[in-house]
C-alpha cells in the first residue's frame, strides 16, 4: 500500500463540563478527522479515516496560552498533509507508520521547531498526537484494500517484516508478529472505567452551575445509571491532603454503590516517589477497604523518563505502576521498565503503530497492559475500545467521552450504540464490524466541514 493524498477536517467541541488535566482545565477540544487516499500494486484506490482529539493540555503542559499552543498543532497537522503521501512509503499501515515516526517525524518535527524561532518548542508527544489521526486512517485504508478487518491483518500473511526487524533483533521477536501477541477472537464487551476528574462534583453542594441536560452529574448517579464498576480518580500530585482525602471521599462513594475497583491518577506533577508512598500508606492504614480496591497507579511522575530517572520500585511494590504519558514507544517502555514500572497504558492517539508495537514488547517482558482515554469521541472511540478488545487487559478499557460530550459523538452512537453508552458497567461492541477499523462510515451521518487542509493527489 502506498498514501497518495490526505485532507484534514476538524470538528470543534465544548465539553458539558470541565475537565481538569494537571494544573490546567479542559472546556472544549478540537477532533482531527483524516482521511486518507491509498492505493495498492493493482491501482485499486480507497479512502482510510482517522481522529484524534488534539488535546492541547494533555500533550503540552505549559503556561503559553491554549491558543497559541492548539495553533501549532493545527499548523504541524497542516504540515503532515502534505509530508505524509511524501514520504513515499510504502508496505503494511503498520510498517509505513512504524517508519515514518523512525525516520520522517523527528526531522519534521526538528524543522517546525527551528522555524518558530526561539519559542517553546512543541513536544514529540504532541507529534505523536497529530500523527495519529493519519496513522489510524492508514490503518483503515489497509483493511479495507484487503477486504480484512484491520485487526487481523497483523500476522505473517500481510506483513513483510517481523517483530525482530520493526523492534528489536531479541529472539523473543524473531519470527514473531503482533497477531501472536494479540486476542483472536476480540472481547465483545469490555468493563469499562468511569473517570472522575479533580473538578466533578461529588456531594450536591458542590455541583455549582451543573449542566441540566438529562445526563448523570453526580458520582453516585453515574454509578447507578451506567452500572459502573471501575472509577478512575484523578489528583492533583502536588497536594498530598487533597489527594489522600479525595480517595477517601471517592472510595466511600464507589463502596456504597458496589463498585469493585479504582485506580489513582496523580497527573504527572509527583516528584519524589515518598509523595505516592505515603498516599498509599495512609489510606491502608485508615481505609483498607479501600486500599484494597485500586487496582493500579497512573503515571505520577514527569514524562521525561531520561531527565526524570526516577526509581520507582517502592511505589511499584505497593501498587502496579503503569506508565502513561511517557510511554511514547516500545523504548520508552523499556526505559520505564528499568525503573521499576509494572505496566503500561496505550492510547490510540500517540498511534496505533506505536500502541501494538508497544503492547507487544511489554508482554514479551512481562508488563501489564491497560488501554487508556483521551475522551475519545465520534470516530476516534472505534478503534480505542477496539485496540483494548484485542487485548489482555488488567482491566476493561478506559472509557469518558459520554461524560464529557456525549452529544458530540449522536450520529456515531446511531450506528454503534453500545460502544457511545456504558451498560451494566461495560461497553460493547458488536456493531463495529466488516474491513479496515469496523466503522461502517457510510451509515453515520455526519456532515463534515470543508477541509481545513489537503494534499495533491499522485
Keep these: 500500500m502506498r498514501i497518495v493524498a490526505t485532507s484534514l477536517y476538524l470538528l470543534p467541541i465544548r465539553t458539558r463540563v470541565p475537565l481538569k488535566f494537571g494544573t490546567e482545565t479542559l472546556t472544549e477540544v478540537t477532533c482531527a478527522r483524516v482521511s486518507v487516499e491509498a492505493v495498492d500494486e493493482s491501482g485499486q484506490r480507497v479512502a482510510g479515516w482517522g481522529e484524534t482529539p488534539l488535546s492541547v493540555q494533555w500533550v503540552w503542559p505549559s503556561s503559553v496560552p491554549y491558543a497559541r499552543r492548539l495553533d501549532r498543532l493545527l499548523a504541524f497537522s497542516a504540515r503532515l498533509v502534505r509530508h505524509v503521501p511524501q514520504s513515499g512509503l510504502s508496505g503494511h499501515a503498520l510498517e509505513i507508520g512504524r517508519d515514518f515516526q523512525e525516520d520522517v517525524l523527528p526531522r519534521l518535527l526538528a524543522d517546525f521547531n527551528r522555524e518558530a524561532g526561539g519559542a517553546e518548542p512543541m513536544p514529540w508527544l ?95 448517579d453515574w454509578i447507578a445509571t451506567d452500572g459502573l464498576t471501575c472509577l478512575k480518580v484523578k489528583l492533583r500530585g502536588n497536594d498530598a491532603r487533597w ?22 491518577d496523580f497527573n504527572c506533577t509527583v516528584q519524589d516517589p515518598a509523595y505516592v508512598i505515603d498516599v498509599l500508606d495512609r489510606l491502608k492504614m485508615a481505609h483498607s477497604e479501600i486500599d484494597r480496591m485500586i487496582l493500579y497507579v497512573e503515571q505520577p511522575f514527569p514524562y521525561d523518563l531520561d531527565a526524570h530517572a526516577i526509581d520507582v520500585t517502592a511505589v511499584a511494590a505497593r501498587k502496579p505502576l503503569f506508565l502513561d504519558e511517557s510511554a511514547h514507544d516500545w523504548r520508552h517502555v523499556r526505559r520505564g521498565r528499568e525503573l521499576g514500572w509494572s505496566g503500561v497504558a496505550l492510547k490510540t492517539c500517540k498511534t496505533l503503530s506505536g500502541a501494538l508495537l508497544s503492547a507487544c514488547w511489554a508482554q514479551a517482558h512481562g508488563m501489564a497492559l491497560m488501554v487508556q482515554d483521551l475522551t475519545n469521541p465520534m470516530l ?79
Design 243 to 264: 489527594d489522600y482525602e479525595r480517595l477517601v471521599r471517592v472510595g466511600a462513594i464507589a463502596l456504597a454503590g458496589g463498585v469493585k475497583w479504582l485506580s489513582a
Design 380 to 458: 476516534a472511540q472505534i478503534p480505542h475500545v477496539s485496540l483494548a478488545a484485542h487485548l489482555s487487559t488488567i482491566m476493561g478499557v478506559e472509557t469518558n467521552a459520554m461524560q464529557f460530550y456525549p452529544d458530540a459523538s449522536l450520529p456515531e452512537a446511531a450506528v454503534h450504540p453500545g460502544l457511545f453508552r456504558r451498560r451494566n458497567g461495560a461497553v460493547d461492541l458488536s456493531t463495529v464490524a466488516g474491513p479496515g477499523l469496523g466503522y461502517r462510515l457510510t451509515e453515520i451521518r455526519r456532515e463534515l466541514p470543508e477541509p481545513f487542509a489537503s494534499s495533491a493527489k499522485s
Design 126 to 220: 504532541a507529534a505523536l498526537l497529530c500523527f495519529s489521526a493519519f496513522d489510524l486512517a492508514a490503518h483503515d485504508a489497509y483493511g479495507l484494500l484487503t477486504g480484512t478487518p484491520s485487526f487481523e491483518t497483523y500476522g505473517s500473511g500481510h506483513l513483510r517484516r517481523d517483530l525482530a526487524s520493526l523492534i528489536s533483533d531479541e529472539p523473543c521477536f524473531r519470527g514473531k508478529f503482533p497477531a501472536d501477541f494479540l486476542l483472536h477472537p476480540r472481547r465483545e464487551k469490555l468493563v469499562a472505567w468511569h473517570l472522575v476528574g479533580g473538578l466533578d462534583p461529588l456531594e450536591p453542594s458542590e455541583a455549582v452551575d451543573a449542566p441540566d441536560d438529562g445526563y448523570p452529574v453526580l458520582l453516585r
